[in-house]
């Protein structure tokens, strides 16, 4: 990994989150207990700073992380947004089972159902291709602030200055790979408005799975367990990595042989104990705890709130049509999943952000520092009305809101979405590379056309009509002056039964008559001019130019919104910098940061500690048979006959499956490894507690947790479970 020219991106550390609400009990327990975690996901260009050998790491950390040679950080990789590592010479790949999963469900059929039995390649020819995974290895960073700062001009709009940044930022990115030939490049915004950084990166394109263990164990507890402690799940899985014989990195193909990673990590079976040393490699998503209470406040009362509803009536049909017939169940599985996921989280943040009170909170901070600023003349001046404008900003977002997530969420069947996906090509395409749309840049087409071949592969059509027609009563259901168009000429002012009666009509009529349901025929639909695609008259395509208006209007809107928030939150740094006289990081965003803590329990609420691992009993009594709570009968008959191997945990008598941590983590994390004070992988990270779902907001020591798989579980079951010893070696277990 290399680091090029580097101007610092520092910033300052929020001690924002640190009235955050704090137990009694947590508050006692962590007082006796040094606390060493910190908030913050540092960037690679942090980690220097950091005297992580004053916080329990036992190497040089030039071995976590060295600009100028081969580090731990070589053996992390992005796949296709989660976290994931190298564990063998052999391009060997261990991650989340729900990272792998789109690619178990993409090879399952009701004949081979390997979501439900699993799947192992017992050699290498075996190993079957996880169509659309990209693994990403970060090459090298270097700031290009200045450079992308430099097209902002004084008379532009908000509007312009945001599409002048991002044809900047195209231009970076297509410079950087003519300049290095089969790497990819990617401008990301560290503090908004402020500084940018380039990363290089090396994608592989051809990715298989090589081991999953059934949905039971890497699903154990289903979305009733998701977001909780206790946890049992082996959410974990393995896959490889894969180039052509030449080393260029090509898409699948027979002939091509493991990729040879640069660095690749140690295992420890031994795994840790409470109060361990560890610390987390990896990509997390996205954190918003650089806002103020007027964005905590909109997310709380009305963003989550509209999805959680929507996701809550989208789920209870998926799983109704999901138990009548397995081969639905098997198509349906990501987008049930996806939901579940997300409602689960958003649930469980609207209760966090209320139970911390971060409003207020912010509320409080924010006064304090308008006074601050008032003290100042020349504050006053500069700052004196930032905080009024980002009040009049989200006031006015507030006002559009319910036709904005409309249209953000509109494109929930997939006929539609995919007809909106090549209008818009068809449109974007005739453009100069750098006018177009990012997903229609020559070097990011491939792709659009690849991820939308994957959903319509699951096209399930009874489900479709029903996430069109949600979709369309709710457009149908906007109030003033804001209402889209072509949902309006469905409905033609009809009112109470006569709306839904119109959309029924509109929606078996286009059904009867569209040809968007057959993946070939949308695949081949790329390539044609808007009057090609006119001439076929398609209700899908028809819907999708007369939708085009609106659409376009919310992007250019969005832009223009992009603009003054960036300029509001840049001047917020600024201002927070000197009223807190402190340092803080970049919020997360999908690039390489590094988070360290202890394995630690905590106490969720009064009269409760949570202990730090979970083990198999705990599979074993939760276990009723049913879904999701149905282990492998297998699994049963190894924990009565205690074979455990050497993976048993010296006081538990069991082997550990699951461990919580007090790291900051999100989104993004999943798949990332938990390292021991040595930089040996002793876990692997997967979740949150329900607490922690507010981590995108806020982060607290005392009720921030996360949570890993064991490696002594993984390294069992694979073992004990599955037979799977050539991967121990591999691994050089034995
Ligand atoms: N399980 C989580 C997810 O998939 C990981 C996290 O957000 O902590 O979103």
Redesign the pocket.
């Known amino acids: 990994m290399k680091r090029i020219n580097f101007t610092s991106i520092i910033c300052f550390f929020g001690g924002l989150m640190i009235f955050v609400l704090t137990l009694s009990f947590a508050v006692s327990f962590s007082l006796c207990l040094p606390l060493h975690a910190e908030e913050g996901m540092l960037p690679l260009s942090e980690i220097h700073k950091l005297d992580l050998k004053t916080k329990g790491l036992k190497i040089d950390p030039a071995q976590v992380y060295n600009p100028n040679g081969i580090s731990l950080i070589d053996g992390i990789i992005n796949l296709s947004g989660c976290t994931a590592s190298f564990v063998s010479g052999e391009g060997l790949i261990l991650t989340n089972y729900?990272c792998a999963f789109r690619a178990i469900q993409s090879l399952t059929t009701k004949d081979d159902d390997y979501m439900q039995a699993g799947f192992l390649a017992k050699e290498r020819g075996g190993e079957m291709p996880a169509k659309s995974y990209r693994v990403r290895i970060t090459e090298s960073y270097r700031d290009v602030s200045t450079q992308v700062l430099s097209v902002v001009k004084k008379k532009m709009d908000y509007a312009e200055r945001t599409k002048a940044i991002e044809k900047k930022i195209k231009e970076i990115e297509l410079k950087a790979e003519k300049q290095n030939p089969g790497k990819r490049a990617r401008v990301a915004e560290m503090f908004v408005g402020k500084s940018y950084v380039l990363f290089i990166s090396t994608d592989i394109k051809d990715v298989r799975l090589v081991f999953a263990p059934p949905r039971s164990i890497g699903e154990y507890g289903g979305e009733i367990d998701n977001w909780m402690w206790p946890r049992h799940t082996g959410d974990f899985a393995f896959m490889r990595a894969y180039v052509a014989p030449d080393g260029a990195m090509a898409g699948y193909s027979p002939e091509n042989v493991p990729y040879r990673p640069r660095k690749h990590l140690k295992i420890a079976p031994q795994g840790v104990k409470a109060e361990d040393f560890v610390f987390i490699l990896g990509y997390p998503g996205r954190t918003r705890r650089h806002s103020t209470s007027h964005f905590v406040s909109f997310e709380e009362e009305v963003r989550l709130p509209y999805v959680v509803d929507l996701y809550g009536k989208l789920i209870s049909v998926l799983e109704e049509m999901s138990e009548q017939d397995r081969a639905a169940a098997i198509k349906l599985a990501p987008r049930t999943g996806g939901f579940w996921?997300r409602k689960k989280?958003y649930s469980g943040q609207l209760q966090g952000l209320k139970k911390v009170k971060l409003v207020d909170k912010k509320r409080a901070e924010e006064k304090a520092m308008q006074d601050f600023i008032d003290r100042d003349k020349k504050n006053k001046k500069k700052y004196g009305n930032l905080l009024e404008s980002f009040a009049n900003f989200y006031a006015e977002k507030r006002a559009t809101a319910e036709y904005e997530l409309t249209l953000d969420y509109l494109f929930q069947s997939y006929p539609l979405r995919s007809a909106y996906t090549v209008y818009e090509a068809s449109i974007e395409r005739k453009k100069k590379d750098t006018d177009r749309l990012s997903a229609y840049m020559e070097r990011n087409f491939s792709r659009t056309k690849e991820r939308l071949e994957m959903r319509m592969s699951n096209y399930f059509e009874p489900y479709e009509k029903v996430a069109l027609k949600e979709m369309l009563l709710r457009a149908a259901r906007l109030k003033g002056d804001k209402k889209i168009a072509v949902v309006e000429n469905i409905i033609k002012g009809k009112t109470g039964t006569g709306v839904e009666k119109a959309i029924d009509a509109f929606i078996e009529a286009s059904y009867k008559k569209t040809k968007l349901k057959d993946p070939a025929f949308v695949m081949g639909l790329f390539g044609k001019n808007p009057a090609e695609l006119k001439s076929l008259e398609d209700p899908f395509l028809e819907f999708a130019a007369a939708l085009s208006p609106d659409i376009v209007a919310h992007d250019k809107n969005k832009k223009r919104r992009k603009g003054i928030s960036a300029g509001l939150l840049s001047r917020l740094v600024d201002i927070k910098k000197q009223f807190l006289g402190k340092d803080f990081l970049p919020d997360a965003n999908s690039t390489l940061r590094l988070t360290y803590g202890r394995v630690r329990g905590y106490s969720p609420k009064d009269a409760v500690y949570s202990l730090p691992f979970t083990t198999i009993k705990g599979i074993v009594e939760k276990h009723t048979g049913q879904e999701p709570f149905d282990a492998p009968l297998k699994l049963m008959d190894l924990h009565r006959a205690k074979d455990f191997g050497q993976f048993k945990h010296p006081e538990l008598d069991d082997v550990p499956v699951a461990m919580l941590y007090n790291l900051d983590?999100?989104?993004g994390?999943?798949g990332s490894p938990v390292l021991n004070a040595f930089g040996e992988l002793v876990g692997l990270n997967?979740?949150?507690v329900y607490e922690a779902t507010i981590n995108d907001y806020a982060w607290n020591e005392s009720y921030s947790r996360?949570i890993g798989v064991d490696v002594r579980f993984i390294l069992w079951f694979t073992q004990k479970f599955a037979g799977a010893d050539h991967l121990l070696k591999e691994m050089n277990i034995f």
């Open positions: 729900h996921n989280r983590t999100v989104g994390n999943s997967f979740d949150r996360s």
